[in-house]
């Protein structure tokens, strides 16, 4: 938070921090373990929540808060606005009723990818994934396509510090195997992880560009590990997908 700005509003942001809670804890908490999981005193956090319930984007139940509703007429304001999540949508949905796979739609925000279009198979994985899913960007297809597309100093401020979290144990964990990685990316334009994000999956991820060649989202499309190889990912799907997220760019930059 900014303590010299003096445009910046510590409420406000107290109590999107407290919104964000949720997202992470899931709903029926208590002041208690919400002011644990951000770091808030207890009264900030009560003060938050009693404004959130006047405002009808939070329900309490005696002691227990749950997010209402409400909060997705936020969410209906920024896809509305991106017409990239519009127009890639029936874009992913032909692409999972051709491959019989799930397929998503990201971009980079902060250290994470943000899901912000997604055409789901079945559930693959421990963790369901959404629209407004996001997951840390150095150990998921997507996020490294976008990573390794960033200018070096820019990409190295997001990387983890050494040694790299250990997701599962195909996880790369250092840091410079990591570089290479990226480095090896963004000459290939492909990105496969092989279950470093979670036992049994495998996704494969490419840049979708606007018409000046700038990445400015990925896509890629995840299965199960026991029924598809990497060379499957590399031959068989990854084409489909080059195909489908030259179209979404196209489809972009034509505002269609």
């Given amino acids: 938070m900014s303590q010299s700005d003096p445009d910046f509003m510590q409420s406000l942001a107290r109590g999107l921090i ?4 949720f997202v ?7 002041i208690a373990s919400l002011a644990r999981h951000t770091g808030l005193p207890r009264g900030v956090v009560a003060r938050c929540l009693h404004t959130l319930v006047v405002t009808g984007y939070v329900a309490q139940d005696e002691r227990s808060f749950s997010v209402r509703p409400k909060v997705l007429g936020l969410a209906r304001a920024y896809l509305s606005d991106r017409s990239l999540s519009a ?11 051709r491959l ?5 739609l990201g971009v ?15 559930r693959i994985m421990a963790i369901g994934l959404h629209v407004g899913s996001r997951l840390p960007a150095w150990c998921t297809s997507m996020g490294r396509i976008l990573l390794a ?29 990591m570089r290479a990685i990226l480095d090896g990316i963004a000459r290939d334009g492909l990105a496969i992880v092989d279950q470093e994000l979670e036992v049994g999956l495998r996704s494969v991820a490419v840049p979708v560009r606007n018409a000046k060649d700038q990445v400015i989202a990925a896509l890629n499309v995840g299965v199960n590990a026991m029924e598809h190889s990497v060379e ?7 084409p489909a997908l080059i195909e489908t997220a030259r179209m979404v760019g196209l489809a972009s930059a034509s505002g269609l």
């Avoid at 992470?24 to 208590?30: A, C, F, H, I, R």
């Avoid at 980079?108 to 079945?122: F, I, K």
């Avoid at 499957?232 to 990854?238: F, P, T, V």
């Fill in 149 to 177: 597309n960033l200018p070096l100093e820019q990409r190295e401020a997001l990387l983890p510090p050494a040694p790299l979290p250990l997701r599962t144990p195909h996880t790369v964990a250092s840091l410079e195997d």
């Fill in 100 to 104: 019989g796979e799930s397929c998503s």
């Fill in 18 to 21: 407290v919104m964000e809670a």
């Fill in 232 to 238: 499957h990912l590399r031959s068989n799907i990854a």
């Fill in 24 to 30: 992470e804890l899931g709903p029926d908490q208590s």
């Fill in 87 to 97: 127009i890639a949508q029936p874009l992913l949905e032909n692409l999972r009723d």
């Fill in 108 to 122: 980079l925000d902060g250290t994470d990818v943000l899901y912000v279009a997604r055409a789901s198979r079945s």
